[in-house]
């Protein structure tokens, strides 16, 4: 589904492309597509019919479904539309047999109208003993209308279509309505198209094959005949061995478990059992025959063996995807004539969709994976699309704003797809293993097997910022990724300002617990002072020695005899401490020792 003009956006037309595949998944679609091109290969022509109805009992908002026609030959198409999808065609009409029993619980006040006189054809046996003829017709009602371009004040006039239905029986109408299309939704699926002096000529595939299966069936009728009309193999042997055992008269009718012969000689030799003889062959001619007339209908279909899985001489894989080239060549126009006719009910749906869809609702849609998801429709939206502040609402969508086209293209399908993706992504992670931390998530979702998803997840988990995607599987915007490349930077720095100022207050801390220990060493220096000065005179003496020879590094037997003067300054000392602490006044000093002398 692509956009068209200026009031369609893209966002709106993958929501219109979930609708349809909804549509299609809810009416089991393949199911049409598969009974149309059955028809179209054996007769040249199949149909696809696309209704709308409730969505359920209970319901009053109604849903579009895609059925299909199980026999072709009573859909009766406008002869003189010439477009292959019938996007032209101005009538059809669909007849359909019904229980009577049916008929009168659906109808109860119709009477049965006798046709049977009316003429011959289709205007007979419109009421049997046991079924009903209905009759669904569709036709195009054309009414001419003036259009006003306010821009510029022109005007012209146009012709505004609108598809009508009735159903009949007889000659009468049961039901009508108008359909919320401008086409007759019944979409033919043609084979081969010939026109000739203005008439269309549709055939299928096996259509020129017909000849050929014809000599073909007759050659395996002339072979099987040929086997059948000749005689069973014999028993051969001399006159006289099947004398004495009656079974002989026996051995080509009945399974016989042995068999006894008389022995016999001849000229003086005896002569060996009997032999059956050789049996009857094929003919090779016909033979031959049979795979020449094989050859003609792969031919005459464009169809061959390695299309059909079968053994053939092409042994490489290039050979073999060349043959089966040659099949499609031959054969495209089928695959594209139902292409156009799948675009055709795109079309319709399109169509269909603003006025089926015409209240507010909540929809849902697939992805091209086959995953749900639910949107929000509103017609009175004034747009194509609108987001909201409500986060469980992601957007509102209008479909009946602006025009869409429909393309359709065929391939092959999405699981086959997701295969291929998933071998190649492996051959590439296999001959650079780096890129495995690149696309190893993606890989690992296109694999089916338990757990693929979830390992899927935590790789994506581990993916850096710029590869994340968002929650609906978008990339992130790259001002995001910058804003939170900013944020991660402010965090980083706060947290190096975090630990400057932690070292700060460490450095604080160990200054005062550095302050605190000066205090306690001056206060156990102050201590240790009052606890000398509470000495006795032999007490302060003996530790001011032990000082003295502790800074002078030697001991007390090593003094010099010039240190003697600090033993002198020490007495002169003691007076004063003596008169400071209240006790009696030491001795005065006595003279100095002579040099050499040592302490006593």
Not at 271 to 299: K, T, V, W
Not at 476 to 483: G, K, R, S
Request: charged share 25%; net charge negative; with cysteine.
């Amino acid at each position: 589904i692509r956009p068209v003009n200026n009031g369609a956006d893209e966002e709106t037309s993958e929501v219109l492309m979930g609708i349809i595949r909804h549509i299609q998944d809810n009416s089991n679609a393949s199911i049409a597509y598969d009974t149309a091109v059955e028809w179209q290969v054996d007769t040249g022509l199949g149909y696809i019919r696309v209704r709308n109805d409730w969505a359920d009992d209970k319901s009053f908002d109604q849903e579009i479904f895609i059925d299909r026609i199980v026999d072709p030959m009573k859909v009766y198409l406008d002869p003189h539309s010439k477009q292959p999808d019938g996007s032209d065609a101005e009538w059809c009409i669909i007849a359909e047999e019904i229980a009577k029993d049916d008929f009168k619980r659906m109808y109860p006040n119709v009477p049965e109208t006798q046709w049977d006189a009316a003429g011959n054809g289709d205007a007979q046996g419109w009421y049997t003993k046991d079924s009903v003829r209905v009759a669904e017709y569709y036709y195009i009602e054309h009414e001419e209308k003036e259009i006003y371009d306010e821009q510029t004040g022109r005007s012209r006039i146009t012709d505004v279509k609108r598809c009508m239905w009735c159903k009949v029986t007889g000659d009468t109408v049961l039901e009508r309505s108008e359909l919320p299309t401008k086409y007759i939704p019944i979409i033919p699926v043609i084979g081969h198209e010939v026109w000739f002096q203005g008439r269309r000529y549709v055939t299928g595939l096996i259509r020129n094959a017909k000849d050929a299966q014809r000599l073909y069936n007759y050659y395996l009728s002339a072979n099987a005949e040929n086997v059948a009309l000749a005689p069973k193999a014999p028993f051969i042997g001399a006159a006289g061995q099947f004398e004495t055992d009656p079974n002989w008269g026996r051995a080509n009718r009945e399974s016989l478990s042995y068999l006894e012969y008389d022995p016999i000689t001849i000229a003086g030799n005896v002569m060996g059992a009997p032999q059956r003889a050789q049996p009857p062959q094929a003919s090779s001619a016909i033979m031959q025959a049979i795979q020449l007339a094989e050859n003609d209908i792969m031919q005459s279909m464009g169809i061959y063996q390695p299309s059909l899985g079968a053994e053939s001489n092409e042994t490489s894989g290039r050979a073999l995807m060349l043959r089966q080239k040659q099949t499609e060549t031959g054969n495209f126009h089928y695959q594209d004539n139902l292409n156009r006719s799948i675009r055709q009910i795109g079309r319709i749906i399109i169509d269909m969709i603003p006025k089926v869809y015409d209240r507010p609702r909540v929809a849902r849609i697939l992805g091209e994976d086959g995953a749900p998801r639910t949107v929000n429709l509103d017609p009175t939206l004034p747009q194509a699309s609108a987001y909201t502040d409500n986060p469980a609402i992601d957007s509102i969508y209008n479909p009946s704003i602006g025009r869409y086209d429909v393309v359709c293209d065929s391939g092959p399908s999405y699981a086959t797809k997701r295969d291929e993706a998933a071998n190649m992504m492996l051959a590439l992670t296999q001959a650079n293993p780096n890129l495995f931390n690149m696309i190893g998530d993606l890989m690992l979702k296109n694999m089916d097997w338990p757990g693929a998803e979830e390992i899927s997840k935590r790789l994506q988990a581990m993916l850096p910022p710029q590869l994340q995607p968002t929650a609906d599987g978008t990339k992130v915007d790259p001002q995001v990724i910058q804003a939170q490349q900013m944020i991660e930077q402010m965090a980083s720095q706060m947290e190096h300002m975090s630990q400057e100022l932690q070292m700060t207050r460490n450095e604080a801390m160990l200054k005062i617990q550095e302050a605190e220990r000066q205090w306690f060493d001056s206060q156990t220096k102050r201590m240790d002072v009052e606890g000398k000065l509470m000495m006795t005179d032999q007490e302060l003496q003996a530790a001011v020695r032990e000082n003295l020879m502790m800074m002078m590094g030697m001991g007390a037997e090593e003094l010099p005899e010039e240190n003697m003067e600090f033993e002198s300054l020490e007495n002169n000392a003691m007076p004063g401490v003596h008169e400071a602490m209240g006790g009696p006044t030491a001795p005065a000093a006595q003279p100095s020792a002579p040099k050499g002398s040592a302490l006593r």
